[in-house]
Nanobody, 126 residues
Framework: QVQLVESGGGLVQAGDSLRLSCVAS????????MGWFRQAPGKERDFVAA????????AYADSVKGRFTISRDNAKNTVYLQMNSLKPEDTAVYFC???????????????????WGQGTQVTVSS
């Protein structure tokens, strides 16, 4: 079992930056593909970014390409989401997810990630 704990959310203004962190405990972190998803009020949980277990390949939602960067530090069992040039439409609860997805191209599907954190709120004011 993998436990995930997110942190780093908060209230910021449009154009600001935030870095989310997700610390994993339990099983071997380096064996897991890691993803970030977000859920706005009344909407479904959407894919944001993902990185394969090797840390060699990433995937991003079109809405965040060029603004968000996912990275991982296997020595610290941590995955990060650097969010720059934030917009009000980025407001959501952000969830970290882990999955034993052995593909070079990381999955963007929620169903491929078996383990989820509790989420951290990001609010961007205009």
């Amino acid at each position: 079992q993998v436990q995930l704990v997110e942190s780093g959310g908060g209230l910021v203004q449009a154009g600001d930056s935030l870095r989310l962190s997700c610390v994993a405990s339990g099983r071997t972190f380096s064996a897991y593909a890691m993803g970030w998803f977000r859920q706005a009020p009344g909407k479904e949980r959407d894919f944001v970014a993902a990185m394969n277990w090797r840390g060699t390949n990433t995937a991003y939602a079109d809405s965040v390409k060029g603004r968000f960067t996912i990275s991982r530090d296997n020595a610290k069992n941590t995955v990060y989401l650097q969010m720059n040039s934030l917009k009000p439409e980025d407001t959501a609860v952000y969830f970290c997810a882990a999955g034993q997805v052995a593909t070079i191209v990381p999955s963007t599907s929620r169903s491929r990630y078996a383990h989820w954190g509790q989420g951290t709120q990001v609010t961007v004011s205009s």
